[in-house]
């Protein structure tokens, strides 16, 4: 079995460069547990690239990544870079380039509520206390993010800007399977989300998953709209398992669902490619308005430390471990001010979470 991996270390803009170290010790202690070794090499991405060569996915940030085993990303983006133009040279064109250049079309985002963390969830504690766990298996290398056309153009003498939304056949099949196959290995129950009374895209996404389903016949399938899913995560999260949907409606349901786990400071997210061993970071952004002041939140990056030692080093025994810590550190009233209620005395901030993470990553025993 292989022992050693390269992963490329990207922290990005804002937090990013502050979360990320965390996640990289969390990262290098938890593989170290399992006789892994993990080499890390960084590479711009963003607007810190864009400002230090012009673009922000240089050429040698997407060598980098290419010749990794995995890439651990923090955040890209900030009000500085707003107005750069062309639009593909802001921050967020670095994310798409990455995503792109590994193929890493399906983007899986576990959404669950730690139990001592439910009464901050933005729902009644009653409608999530006891658990609900939901894995959106989101479409991210297509769709309305990446079409052609998408420009400006006069027509009649005004501006129309214009994004096209398109999926091919193949592209809804891929990401469909990986979605049935993580509902295999869960509850076999699986919610596509779709638009199919309004959208093309979403008549073709209904037609192909139906077709996929056939090659799973123990899993229940429910097709739903995305302004019912908007909805139905609200009332009742607990009937969903795992939610398979496209690059948009993924992109705001599974921000919408975070909030049922009380911060979107605490979750992480893979995205998996069939050629490469995928992209790693948390959900959040670069939170410009808190970046530099140390208090950022890193758990959602700790816990992409644990999917890189799931996914990247076949070690599931890693993310245990990583997740349990970070469970025991939340237990015991550990909390960032992201998390914090009034009353709560054991605040942490960034470079604490970490140490507190690695500390007791270093005394556990496996
Ligand atoms: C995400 C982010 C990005 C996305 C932004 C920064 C372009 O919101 O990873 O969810 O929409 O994909
Ligand atoms: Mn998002």
Request: charged fraction near 25%.
């Amino acid at each position: 079995m292989k022992k050693s991996y390269k992963i490329a270390v990207l922290p990005g803009d804002g937090i990013g460069v502050e979360i990320i170290p965390q996640g990289v010790r969390a990262l290098k202690a938890a593989a170290a547990k399992f006789g892994i070794e993990i080499e890390t090499e960084e590479g711009l991405i963003g607007g810190a690239a864009y400002d230090a060569t012009g673009s922000p996915f240089p050429e040698e940030t997407a060598k980098l990544c290419a010749a990794a085993d995995g890439v651990f990303l923090g955040a890209v983006g900030g009000p500085k870079w707003d107005h750069v133009e062309p639009s593909s040279n802001r921050p967020e064109g670095g994310l798409f380039a990455v995503r792109k250049l590994l193929g890493a079309y399906a983007n899986l985002r576990p959404v669950f509520v730690f139990d001592t963390l439910a009464e901050n969830a933005a729902l009644k504690t009653e409608r999530v206390a006891g658990g609900f766990d939901i894995i959106f298996v989101r479409e991210l290398t297509s769709g309305i993010y990446f079409g052609k056309p998408k420009e400006r153009r006069e027509v009649n003498g005004e501006i129309v800007a214009v994004d096209t939304c398109a999926y091919s056949v193949s592209e809804i099949k891929r990401v469909a399977h990986k979605a049935f196959k993580q509902a295999m290995m869960r509850k076999k129950l699986l919610h596509s989300v779709d638009k199919a009374n309004a959208m093309e895209t979403s008549r073709l996404w209904r037609e192909t998953v139906a077709e996929v389903a056939k090659e799973y016949p123990e899993v229940t399938l429910i097709n739903m709209y995305s302004d019912n899913c908007a909805m139905q995560l609200l009332r009742d999260p607990k009937q969903f398992d795992v939610i398979l949907t496209d690059n948009l409606f993924g992109d705001i349901l599974s921000d919408e669902a975070s909030m049922l786990s009380g911060s979107l400071g605490l979750l992480p997210s893979a995205s998996l490619s069939d050629t490469h061993g995928g992209l790693y970071e948390p959900i959040h952004g670069s939170a410009p308005d808190i970046a530099g002041k140390g208090i950022a939140n890193p758990l959602a990056t700790i816990l992409c430390a644990g999917l890189i030692l799931r996914n990247v080093c076949n070690c599931p025994k890693g993310d245990e471990l990583v997740f349990g810590v970070v469970k025991s550190i939340l237990d015991d009233g550990y909390r960032t001010i992201d998390i914090a209620k009034e009353g709560d005395t054991k605040i942490l901030n960034c470079k604490e979470a970490g140490d507190l993470v690695v500390e007791r990553i270093n005394a556990a025993t496996v």
